[in-house]
């Protein structure tokens, strides 16, 4: 249920509607926007009658929420949510330009690489120091060694780090030294870990599973937002279809249907998506072109001798000209790259 107060009310009769709503046995949740104020119940709503806050001279209307989510509807947070990043803003007008190597193999790759990015205009810097992979005997990353390597460059470069949480037992950690922490789509509903996330402040990078529906892909960051952690960005990846050309199907539809259900900050990443790097520009342009509030690309310095992923990584010289012409393309959607 949604209670949505008349303009200009004031401090002291939204802490008296919160009491209210506390007393029936549920949690406010209140947004102040510029035009407007709106309190979110959380709880079990049904036992409620809505005329009870509808009487009451400070509230304009009751509306009644039928999605399962609650903290991440739209209905509760008209307005864009902004994500701040170690100073990286996500969301509204702020693009989030996020590159880096599929994997960390060594220091002087991922610092070369990240000076090279944030050159071309990248403001965070990605890489896997936990590698899940399909085959066992892939390479599984460099584990803690890799995270050490990741704070370094950001030591170097001042780029906030991105890298993805495997395990629980690595969480404490993680919440140390990652800037934006990612789960990646096989754990998109590991439900005890999304809980735990709840529970730290830093912001969390969601991956869609590879056959996630929007509601289960939302409800998943309502675990984490429930929990207590409202720092909560999407990230749409590609989903497993029919078609085995590529190696998923990027869904930019998700981007306006994210936004017309959640306040939630979306990004895309194309290169996980198509799997081939020649596929990345075009899929990236498209993204920002229909509104996406960032890119997660793969950039790698020897592409054909990398550790993982290496035929959809683009050559730092490639992720440049990618740039150009997306700083051409992203003020026409009301958004700025810099």
């Known amino acids: 249920m949604i209670i949505v107060l008349k303009p200009r009310t004031s401090k002291e009769n939204v802490a008296r509607m919160e009491a209210m709503i506390q007393k029936k046995g549920m949690q406010p949740h209140t947004v102040i926007g510029e035009e407007m104020t709106i309190i979110g119940c959380i709880g079990d709503t049904t036992r409620i009658d809505s005329k009870l806050f509808e009487v009451d001279p400070c509230v304009d209307k009751v509306m009644h929420v039928q999605e399962p989510y609650k903290l991440a509807n739209r209905a509760f947070h008209p307005e864009d949510s902004v994500v701040n990043v170690s100073g990286v803003l996500v969301g509204g007008e702020h693009l989030a330009m996020i590159a880096g190597p599929c994997s960390v193999e060594s220091e002087e790759q991922v610092i070369e690489i990240a000076k090279a990015v944030k050159a071309s205009g990248a403001n965070l810097l990605r890489g896997g120091a936990f590698k899940p992979r399909t ?164 950039v790698h310095n020897d592409p054909s001798c990398a550790l993982c992923d290496g035929a959809q990584s683009l050559k730092p010289e490639k992720y440049d000209m990618l740039l150009q012409t997306i700083g051409t393309i992203a003020p026409v959607v009301g958004k700025k790259l810099r």
């Open 135 to 298: 085959s066992p005997y892939a390479f599984q990353g460099m584990g803690m060694d890799g995270l050490e390597i990741l704070c370094a460059a950001r030591e170097e470069t001042g780029l906030p780090i991105v890298s993805e949480l495997l395990a629980l037992e690595h969480l404490e950690v993680f919440d140390d030294k990652v800037d934006l922490i990612q789960i990646g789509a096989r754990n998109m509903q590991n439900f005890d870990l999304l809980k735990h996330l709840g529970q730290t402040k830093k912001p969390i990078l969601l991956k869609r599973g590879l056959n996630a529906t929007y509601e289960e892909w939302i409800m998943a960051a309502e675990y984490i937002m429930a929990a207590g952690n409202e720092n909560v960005i999407l990230c749409e990846r590609g989903v497993r279809t029919f078609e085995s050309y590529t190696r998923n199907t990027l869904d930019l539809q998700a981007i306006p249907v994210i936004k017309t259900l959640t306040h939630l900050p979306i990004i895309i990443d194309p290169s996980h998506a198509g799997g081939k790097w020649w596929l990345v520009e075009p899929m990236a342009k498209a993204a920002v072109a229909a509104g996406a509030d960032g890119l997660m690309v793969e």
